[in-house]
Each structure stands twice: as C-alpha cells, then as structure tokens.
C-alpha cells in the first residue's frame, strides 16, 4: 500500500496561488468603482484582460484543488469570476 505524501513545511506554490486570489479581488473592487469612468474602448479591454485572468486563475484552482484536496480554495476564485462575468455585462449592457 502506498504511503500518503505528508507535506513539510509551508507550500510555496499554495502561497502564490493564494495572493493570485487576492489579488483577482483587489483587481475586481478597483474595476467596480472605476469602470464609470472608464472610456469604452478601455473598459472593453479592462474587462476581457479580467477575464482571462480569471480563467487561467480557475483553471489553475480546479486542478490545485483536485490534486492536493484543497477544495475550499473553489469559492472564492469561482466567486470572483461569477463576479467579473457580470462586471463584463452591467458594462456592455448598461454603460
């Protein structure tokens, strides 16, 4: 029977992956109070950069958390992209 990997230590990579998370947030709070403001051809390109982020940032998450069982690491990320979605369409739909 195969022995469990038993890690030593703080993960680095688990780190990273986390103030990637945050950082998704502070990009998406920053993006909900300025895009008033922004010109469209701005906007648009703001909001397709945030979501591409936002799909290699789940990507990534899916395969972390199915790897090494972290499953709360989903809510927040998916969260955030639900989040940019409707970002995306308040901003072609309403602005």
């Known amino acids: 029977m195969p022995n469990s990997y038993v890690r030593k230590g703080v993960d680095g990579l688990q780190k990273i992956f986390l103030y990637l998370i945050i950082l998704d947030w502070l990009i998406l709070i920053y993006l909900c109070t300025e895009i008033k403001q922004l010109p469209f051809r701005y906007g ?5 950069m945030v979501i591409i982020f936002n799909l290699i940032l ?5 395969k972390r958390a199915r790897r090494a069982e972290d499953g709360y690491l989903i809510y927040p ?3 955030g992209a639900l989040l940019s979605f409707c970002l995306v369409g308040y901003f072609f739909f309403f602005q």
């Open 77 to 79: 990320v998916i969260t």
């Open 44 to 48: 648009v390109v703001a909001s397709f």
């Open 58 to 62: 789940m990507n990534l998450c899916f």
